[in-house]
């Protein structure tokens, strides 16, 4: 019943996600191992109910609607606002309780009750391995329906809304596998008890990592540094603490593993397509100069694709297509994953809304954010900005000036660097520990909230 599948070994655990958007289902993948390559999706899986999957496809189809109308002027806002309120995250400050449900988490529970999910439960209740989801919907059916197993909720946000914890939140037993420490607090708030809360960082592919001991993501690291670094203003400043880190690092412009290379990212729904076209607009000569590579991932919609490619050839770098500007095309969604991790192995700025894939700078990769969309990634941005990881975007139709004078004094390279030391690397493994119940050996992460 696999809606998704890699190498497939013997599962460990059921790693359950929704292909909505792509944050809940980039979580997943990161955690695959767990499931022996299988990812089912609780809205998408051979024999769901037609009933479950219309209720699915229709909050999707409304959820994709607002986020591409949103930048139309006023309708656009409207919708995108009343839409928010919906998810609205309460401020944080005074600590209080608020634990009372909100009307999103009524509505969703209303649904529960009249058997939403109850199908997903009962099939995988046979086989009952410890249950890892990316999304709370699917942890409160787990829940509802006596679940024999364990439950595990994976938080995907800097901050969450009222609906990521259950109505009764105190006779819960769901298990919170925490991105940050504000997650941590926030569902304290939110009525979860504490022993149910363990903060592990988010997810990110072992690909990137490379275990413990971080043997993939320093070398990744020492090459983009490099590459972020061009008159060595950063390497002067921080030499003792990063040959403490990363070993004596040489750049010579010759023996850079590849060029400088900038990934701008669209989300799911392919709400800020046109800002990609902007971003390779004010790029064009230095990729026809060779002084930067440009990946446009449109994600898994041919559109997207398509969209790009044309705008590569409009603007007569036709030549550079697959070499200095590569717009990839995926065959499927896990595809898409896989790709996106391979891509990212030699990204040194990666240009993204700040999503889940803010979380992607604990790897020591500098994030440049297109503006926000919805309350969850206003928090993101915040987070992201405290760790010193990423930085919001200037006016990308003088990027070519902008980022130029950024990487020259160093500053991007500083943003690599702080996002690896600051936010967490190891989520994946934290969680892979917690799940089958092993003794970890990697080392617990401080509650900064």
Same mark, same amino acid.
């Given at each position: 019943?696999?809606?998704?599948?890699?190498?497939?070994?013997?599962?460990?655990?059921?790693?359950?996600?929704?292909?909505?958007?792509?944050?809940?289902?980039?979580?997943?993948?990161?955690?695959?191992?767990?499931?022996?390559?299988?990812?089912?999706?609780?809205?998408?899986?051979?024999?769901?109910?037609?009933?479950?999957?219309?209720?699915?496809?229709?909050?999707?189809?409304?959820?994709?609607?607002?986020?591409?109308?949103?930048?139309?002027?006023?309708?656009?806002?409207?919708?995108?606002?009343?839409?928010?309120?919906?998810?609205?995250?309460?401020?944080?400050?005074?600590?209080?309780?608020?634990?009372?449900?909100?009307?999103?988490?009524?509505?969703?529970?209303?649904?529960?009750?009249?058997?939403?999910?109850?199908?997903?439960?009962?099939?995988?209740?046979?086989?009952?391995?410890?249950?890892?989801?990316?999304?709370?919907?699917?942890?409160?059916?787990?829940?509802?329906?006596?679940?024999?197993?364990?439950?595990?909720?994976?938080?995907?946000?800097?901050?969450?809304?009222?609906?990521?914890?259950?109505?009764?939140?105190?006779?819960?037993?769901?298990?919170?596998?925490?991105?940050?420490?504000?997650?941590?607090?926030?569902?304290?708030?939110?009525?979860?008890?504490?022993?149910?809360?363990?903060?592990?960082?988010?997810?990110?592919?072992?690909?990137?990592? +490379?275990?413990? %001991? *971080?043997? /993939?993501?320093?070398?990744?690291? =020492?090459?983009?540094?490099?590459? @972020?670094?061009?008159?060595?203003?950063?390497?002067?400043?921080?030499?003792?603490?990063?040959?403490?880190?990363?070993?004596?690092?040489?750049?010579?412009?010759?023996?850079?593993?590849?060029?400088?290379?900038?990934?701008?990212?669209?989300?799911?729904?392919?709400?800020?397509?046109?800002?990609?076209?902007?971003?390779?607009?004010?790029?064009?000569?230095?990729?026809?100069?060779?002084?930067?590579?440009?990946?446009?991932?449109? +994600?898994?919609? %041919? *559109?997207? /694709?398509?969209?790009?490619?044309? =705008?590569?050839?409009?603007?007569? @770098?036709?030549?550079?297509?697959?070499?200095?500007?590569?717009?990839?095309?995926?065959?499927?969604?896990?595809?898409?994953?896989?790709?996106?991790?391979?891509?990212?192995?030699?990204?040194?700025?990666?240009?993204?809304?700040?999503?889940?894939?803010?979380?992607?700078?604990?790897?020591?990769?500098?994030?440049?954010?297109?503006?926000?969309?919805?309350?969850?990634?206003?928090?993101?941005?915040?987070?992201?900005?405290?760790? +010193?990881?990423?930085?919001?975007?200037?006016?990308?139709?003088?990027?070519?000036?902008?980022?130029?004078?950024?990487?020259?004094?160093?500053?991007?390279?500083?943003?690599?660097?702080?996002?690896?030391?600051?936010?967490?690397?190891?989520?994946?493994?934290?969680?892979?520990?917690?799940?089958?119940?092993?003794?970890?050996?990697?080392?617990?992460?401080?509650?900064?909230?």
């Amino acid at each position: 019943m696999a809606t998704h599948s890699h190498t497939t070994k013997t599962p460990r655990a059921w790693v359950v996600d929704v292909n909505m958007g792509y944050g809940h289902s980039r979580a997943a993948y990161a955690l695959k191992d767990l499931s022996g390559g299988v990812i089912l999706s609780a809205n998408d899986y051979p024999g769901i109910p037609a009933e479950d999957q219309k209720y699915w496809r229709e909050s999707r189809k409304i959820y994709e609607f607002i986020s591409r109308m949103k930048p139309i002027p006023v309708v656009g806002n409207f919708l995108f606002e009343a839409m928010d309120y919906w998810q609205q995250i309460p401020d944080f400050y005074p600590r209080r309780d608020l634990s009372k449900p909100n009307a999103q988490l009524k509505q969703i529970f209303y649904m529960i009750k009249k058997g939403f999910g109850k199908h997903l439960i009962e099939k995988l209740s046979e086989n009952p391995l410890p249950f890892v989801t990316t999304f709370f919907i699917s942890a409160f059916f787990a829940d509802y329906y006596d679940y024999p197993g364990e439950i595990w909720c994976v938080t995907t946000d800097a901050d969450i809304s009222r609906a990521w914890a259950p109505i009764d939140p105190k006779s819960s037993r769901i298990k919170y596998l925490a991105s940050n420490g504000r997650v941590v607090e926030r569902l304290k708030l939110y009525g979860v008890r504490a022993d149910h809360i363990f903060l592990t960082g988010f997810p990110l592919p072992k690909e990137l990592v +490379g275990g413990p %001991k *971080d043997t /993939v993501v320093k070398n990744l690291l =020492a090459d983009r540094l490099c590459n @972020l670094d061009p008159n060595g203003i950063f390497h002067d400043r921080y030499q003792r603490t990063l040959k403490e880190e990363l070993g004596p690092i040489r750049c010579k412009k010759s023996s850079a593993e590849h060029p400088l290379t900038l990934t701008y990212s669209v989300g799911g729904a392919g709400a800020q397509r046109a800002l990609g076209v902007k971003i390779l607009q004010s790029l064009k000569s230095r990729i026809a100069r060779h002084e930067i590579r440009l990946n446009l991932m449109a +994600g898994y919609r %041919k *559109d997207g /694709v398509l969209f790009y490619r044309n =705008a590569v050839k409009e603007l007569g @770098l036709k030549k550079e297509l697959g070499t200095w500007v590569n717009v990839p095309e995926h065959p499927s969604r896990a595809a898409y994953f896989q790709d996106f991790t391979d891509v990212l192995k030699t990204t040194d700025i990666l240009w993204t809304k700040p999503s889940e894939m803010s979380f992607y700078c604990g790897l020591g990769i500098a994030i440049v954010m297109a503006p926000p969309i919805g309350s969850q990634e206003e928090f993101n941005r915040v987070w992201l900005t405290y760790m +010193g990881g990423g930085v919001s975007q200037n006016d990308p139709r003088y990027t070519d000036e902008w980022l130029f004078d950024w990487i020259a004094s160093g500053g991007v390279a500083r943003m690599a660097w702080s996002g690896y030391i600051e936010a967490p690397t190891h989520g994946t493994y934290r969680i892979e520990d917690l799940v089958l119940g092993r003794e970890s050996e990697i080392h617990p992460l401080p509650l900064i909230v």
